[in-house]
């Protein structure tokens, strides 16, 4: 079975400074990592995805994230914050296999101090 | 983004009622997906369905029924709606298997169990 897990459900940070959000995956398979956005009542928008290749994956708004096999951890980062970062972040695995089966950590609340 | 729409956005139903979410997709894609999105929990898998009239289970089926008699359309059925259930619903969708295809998620749907 997969599992994730975000370590520290709410970060906060100030507006220009390094955005570090933690997601480590436990997986039997190759795992194929996703990063999602969720702003106040909306839905849930992709920042970015591992499947395989470049270990390190620049996504939208900035944000990448690193695949590292060996920690077992696929963690978010931005250089400086914009205060439009205020939002939900989930970190997800999947097998890649059959239908997209996600299963998702739960949620990192991120705030961006003035 | 792919053209998700769920109705009802917000639904209030007593314990014991049937309700039934609907969600449309205008990209024809193959797989669709309902999650539920509880504090805590992240997002977690109800069912889902790989073509018209076939569907699994998801990690927390219990209590839900789901149809698709069309591509575009996906209806999730709580049988007899109890307070746990209260929750946002989000359907989601996906054009193919495998390989970190990008699932794209709708608005949600908020539902309150009195």
């Known amino acids: 079975a997969q599992s994730v897990t975000q370590l520290g459900s709410h970060v906060s940070v100030s507006e220009g400074a390094l955005v570090l959000l933690r997601c480590n995956y436990s997986?039997?398979?190759?795992?194929?990592l996703f990063w999602y956005v969720q702003y106040p009542n909306q839905g849930l928008q992709l920042l970015l995805k591992?499947?395989?290749?470049?270990?390190l994956v620049k996504g939208i708004n900035g944000f990448e994230a690193e695949f590292k096999k060996s920690e077992t951890s696929f963690h978010l980062t931005k250089p400086s914050a914009h205060m439009s970062d205020a939002a939900e972040y989930f970190c997800?695995?999947?097998?890649?296999?059959?239908?997209?089966?996600?299963?998702f950590g739960q949620g990192t609340r991120l705030t961006i101090n003035p | 983004d792919a053209g998700i729409t769920q109705s009802p956005r917000h639904k209030v139903t007593e314990t014991g009622t049937p309700v039934t979410l609907r969600c449309h997709q205008t990209?024809?894609?193959?797989?669709m997906y309902w999650y539920r999105q509880d504090p805590g929990h992240g997002l977690r898998l109800i069912h889902y369905?790989?073509?018209?009239?076939?569907?699994d289970k998801g990690e927390v089926s219990d209590g839900y029924s789901v149809s698709r008699s069309k591509t575009e359309d996906f209806l999730l059925t709580l049988e007899s709606a109890t307070s746990s259930q209260t929750s946002v619903y989000f359907c989601?969708?996906?054009?193919?298997?495998?390989?970190?295809?990008?699932?794209?998620f709708g608005e949600g749907s908020w539902l309150t169990v009195v």
């Open positions: 591992y499947t395989t290749g470049a270990t």
């Open positions: 990209e024809n894609h193959r797989y």
């Open positions: 997986s039997s398979v190759p795992p194929y």
């Open positions: 989601a969708s996906s054009p193919n298997s495998g390989s970190g295809n990008t699932i794209y």
């Open positions: 369905s790989y073509g018209v009239k076939d569907t």
């Open positions: 997800a695995v999947s097998d890649g296999q059959g239908a997209q089966k996600l299963v």
